[in-house]
């Protein structure tokens, strides 16, 4: 008993010091330190790790395990900054997503142009990439790297600063190459490339990933990259293809319903009836709260604008049960039932928009159904009403759908009546009256008006300030305003008018295509004036007017006329070159040309775009054979494609450069944008065409009758079925062209 003791004893002696030694060796190895995979260098400040350890999942695994440095900082990383910096991109993106999906149908035209986001998405897409910088500045070496670096990018991707998110996308590339995550990057850097206009590098990166990738992820991605491709060249059939190849490649239901959802909004492009259907398929995966609804909403939308009504009112009173407790959804919803008796042609439809305003005030909806009353207006004739409604699309809500096309026509419309004050001598009150705020506010809102008014009123009184606060319930009735007309002389004002009058003719044929008001305006500007240089040159457009309309033997008369009472004017030069008659001077007049497209230039670089356009018209008008002709329609096309994003507009003046002159420099250049959109432009004449194609039936009746502008309160808008159809304005009627030439025979 007692050896066995002694046995026990002695091994406890000799097992305690290697255990010691071991304990000893295992507490240094696991000391605070961090296992690192460079050398310290002082004359280096930052230096890199070696990433194609550090981003080895094992080393990873083995440092974190073996050191507690290691392991520390990548806890700490995780939680002090990483985590936060992806939280906020995620709730970020989430409102990225909830902005594109609902517009994409109105995003087509320009599938690359960044959508505004929130104040708050942009503040946490900031907020990210500051988090994530912090990785990248302390943590190198950490797990979350090559996270980091990407996650900041995509935010920059997402904000919309491409040239950033494009640097980043490169720096990750260049740097992390053995990162799992790689080929995510390499197909953002495409989709960057592709927003930058750098489509065939971007391409071919896509193309390569296809071939490469085995990550279904990363396949259906890329599909979905070249499907937006395909979609700015306006080849709506290999978009669809190439979505329907994202879905199938794709493991995640929620991401099909949303590709889903794309190809159904590109097909409404061309088919409402196959669109409608194709939103419904939406459902037969598992989209989100907010994508079921804006399937089930365009099903039934898509419904109404292929005139299948069938139970369109039923699955419309379905939704406002389903959504009731949603007000933004409740809002849509009602304007879907205004866009349903609208398109029946029910004259309901208008006090249904006025009921969404009422109801649904500073909402996207309320903006939608401004633009609708708007456009109603414009249809009918009426200006004021119109620009009123445009108007205050654009202030109910940033959201709305037709936001850009309402801003162009806000534009224009204000441009009519600056002119037309001009012409009329004094200021055409555009404000908005009480007749058109209780058209657009409900009685509880103006009550609330009165009393706002009436509170402030009592507090300016009381500071002593007599009259009291104009505010905006009674300054809209109470606003009057004048030009001063000038008192030089009597031609001084004709002269003004006169040139008013031929702007306005412009902004009739440029654009609100009604060509009879721009013949009228025409004429009226050539009897106004009383200057040989101006005269010819309203001549000339009147001739050009013609010409483009095939009345070719009254564009001759008019050419004729310029060269025989004008013949020393540029005009008169330009004339002779349209009637194949010998020319007086080979440069004549090419210095001024010259300057009006140095001007043209200074207004385009201070970002004046309408005045710039207003510029480069009048050198193709008076100087075609010009060498700044070319150059000024190069230039028109630019205005509207990339400022105004109007591409009907730039087709155009593309479209005229390449028949003037179809082997110059800026021919080739815009060769394959005019021809894409020639071959997709049959496709387009089938879809449901925007307000914005609709403004070849305005008539300014009371004008061309020489009748001043009556501004009613709150003019009439007729039932579609009592409203006569009005003439087409391309075809001009013979008596009035006759009675055109004969007053200038006359002069």
Request: glycine residues 4%; negative net charge.
């Amino acid at each position: 008993m007692n050896s066995k003791k002694l046995i026990i004893k002695a091994g406890r002696k000799y097992l305690f010091y290697p255990f010691l030694l071991s304990c000893t060796l295992f507490i240094i190895s696991c000391s605070t330190l961090t296992y690192r995979t460079y050398t310290p260098d002082e004359s280096i400040d930052d230096p890199d790790p070696d990433y194609s350890i550090t981003l080895d999942p094992d080393f990873q695994e083995y440092a974190s395990y073996m050191f507690i440095g290691n392991r520390m900082e990548n806890f700490g990383t995780y939680f002090n900054t990483f985590y936060n910096a992806k939280e906020n991109y995620e709730e970020a993106y989430e409102d990225y997503e909830l902005r594109v999906l609902p517009k994409y149908n109105e995003q087509i035209d320009s599938i690359y142009q960044h959508i505004p986001l929130s104040q708050e998405s942009i503040d946490k897409f900031t907020k990210a990439i500051e988090k994530a910088s912090k990785v990248i500045q302390y943590h190198k070496s950490s797990a979350f790297m090559d996270q980091a670096v990407l996650l900041i990018a995509k935010a920059y991707f997402y904000l919309g600063d491409y040239l950033k998110a494009e640097r980043k996308f490169s720096e990750f590339l260049s740097k992390l190459k053995v990162s799992p995550l790689y080929n995510e990057a390499v197909l953002f850097e495409a989709k960057t490339q592709f927003r930058l206009n750098n489509s065939n590098d971007a391409l071919a990166k896509v193309e390569s990933l296809l071939k490469t990738s085995t990550n279904k992820y990363i396949i259906a991605g890329a599909y979905q990259t070249i499907a937006e491709y395909y979609i700015s060249k306006k080849d709506f059939y290999k978009a669809v293809v190439n979505y329907k190849k994202s879905i199938e490649y794709s493991n995640n239901n929620e991401f099909k319903a949303q590709m889903q959802l794309l190809i159904a909004s590109v097909t409404a492009r061309t088919d409402h009836k196959r669109a409608a259907y194709e939103f419904n398929r939406v459902l037969d995966y598992s989209p989100s709260f907010d994508l079921e609804y804006y399937a089930r909403y365009n099903h039934a939308k898509n419904l109404i604008l292929s005139n299948s009504f069938g139970n369109v009112k039923v699955l419309i009173e379905k939704l406002e049960i389903d959504y009731k407790e949603n007000n933004t959804f409740l809002g849509e919803i009602k304007l879907l039932s205004a866009i349903y008796y609208d398109q029946s042609n029910n004259p309901k439809s208008i006090k249904e928009y006025s009921d969404v305003i009422k109801t649904y005030p500073k909402s996207a909806a309320s903006s939608d159904a401004s633009y609708s009353i708007g456009n109603r207006y414009e249809k009918a004739g009426d200006y004021l009403n119109a620009y009123r409604y445009y108007k205050y699309s654009l202030e109910e809500n940033s959201l709305g759908h037709y936001n850009s096309v309402a801003n162009a026509k806000v534009n224009v419309f204000r441009k009519y009546f600056e002119l037309r004050s001009k012409i009329a001598g004094n200021v055409i009150n555009t404000e908005y009256d009480t007749t058109f705020l209780n058209n657009v506010r409900s009685e509880e809102q103006r009550e609330l008006e009165k009393i706002e008014f009436e509170q402030q009123k009592g507090r300016d009184e009381e500071k002593g300030k007599p009259g009291g606060f104009k505010g905006s319930y009674e300054s809209t009735t109470l606003f009057s305003d004048s030009l001063t007309i000038p008192t030089d002389t009597v031609a001084l004002r004709d002269e003004e008018i006169a040139k008013a009058q031929f702007e306005l003719a412009e902004l009739f044929v440029y654009e609100l295509e009604n060509l009879d008001s721009a013949e009228h305006y025409l004429l009226s500007s050539f009897d106004r004036s009383h200057n040989d240089d101006f005269k010819s040159k309203v001549l000339f457009g009147l001739a050009t007017l013609y010409k483009n309309e095939k009345l070719d033997s009254k564009a001759e008369e008019v050419f004729t006329k310029i060269i025989k009472d004008f013949p020393a004017t540029a005009a008169a030069e330009e004339s002779r070159k349209q009637l194949g008659l010998n020319l007086t001077n080979g440069d004549f007049f090419s210095g001024e040309a010259d300057s009006l497209f140095s001007y043209a230039e200074e207004l385009l670089e201070k970002k004046e775009y309408r005045s710039a356009l207003d510029v480069y018209n009048n050198i193709v008008i008076l100087y075609p054979a010009s060498v700044f002709s070319g150059k000024a329609y190069y230039a028109m096309g630019w205005i509207y494609e990339n400022a105004l994003k109007m591409n009907d507009s730039a087709y155009i003046y593309y479209t005229k450069l390449i028949e003037k002159d179809p082997n110059s420099e800026y021919s080739k250049q815009i060769g394959g944008k005019v021809l894409e959109y020639m071959t997709n432009s049959l496709a387009d004449t089938n879809v449901n065409k925007t307000p914005s194609d609709s403004t070849s039936n305005i008539q300014d009746s009371s004008w061309i009758k020489g009748e001043e502008l009556q501004i009613n309160d709150e003019p009439k808008i007729k039932d579609d079925k009592q409203t006569e159809q009005p003439s087409d304005p391309t075809q001009m009627k013979k008596e009035e062209i006759d009675d055109g030439m004969e007053r200038i025979e006359k002069k």
